[in-house]
Each structure stands twice: as C-alpha cells, then as structure tokens.
C-alpha cells in the first residue's frame, strides 16, 4: 500500500527525492517544512495545498531559512 504525499509537493518523485535527502541530513521535528520559504508556503496557502500554514521562518547559525512547525504539530521522534 502506497502513503499519501503532502500536498505541497507536486509529485509522487519530488517526494520521495526529498525523502532520500531528509535521511542523509535528518531535517528535525519539522520534517518537510523545515526546507519550505515563506514564499512557497503562501503559494501552498492559496492553493490549498499547505498542511501548516502556521509555520513560522528563523535563519538559523548558518544564515539559512529554516521552516519551524509550531511545537504541536511537530512529528514526534520514537526510539
């Protein structure tokens, strides 16, 4: 059984090229939002697309955007 994608993305592949990547530099508790910008997400809003319109955008250490969920909508990390 196939898993729905988030809707944000605009394919089957783009995600799962995202998802490939995310293992190799583990994006953190925001998971896929963690690599949106502000710009994508408000095209994602208008088209009804954005599963967390709320998220908010830092620059981190490095001088990179950073897409942060709020704290409840975060995915949680089981070990």
Same mark, same amino acid.
């Given at each position: 059984?196939?898993?729905?994608?988030?809707?944000? %993305?605009?394919?089957?592949? +783009? %995600?799962?090229?995202?998802?490939?990547?995310?293992?190799?530099?583990? @994006?953190?508790?925001?998971? $896929?939002?963690?690599?949106?910008?502000?710009?994508?997400? &408000? +095209?994602?809003?208008?088209?009804?697309?954005?599963? $967390? @319109?709320?998220?908010? %955008? #830092?620059?981190?250490?490095?001088? %990179?955007?950073?897409?942060?969920? @709020?704290?409840? &909508?975060? #995915?949680?990390? $089981?070990?």
């Amino acid at each position: 059984m196939r898993h729905a994608i988030p809707r944000c %993305f605009s394919s089957r592949r +783009q %995600f799962e090229l995202w998802m490939a990547a995310a293992r190799e530099c583990s @994006p953190g508790g925001s998971a $896929y939002c963690t690599d949106c910008t502000p710009a994508y997400r &408000q +095209q994602m809003v208008e088209q009804g697309r954005c599963a $967390y @319109p709320s998220t908010t %955008f #830092v620059i981190d250490a490095q001088g %990179f955007v950073e897409g942060r969920r @709020p704290p409840p &909508q975060r #995915v949680r990390a $089981y070990r």
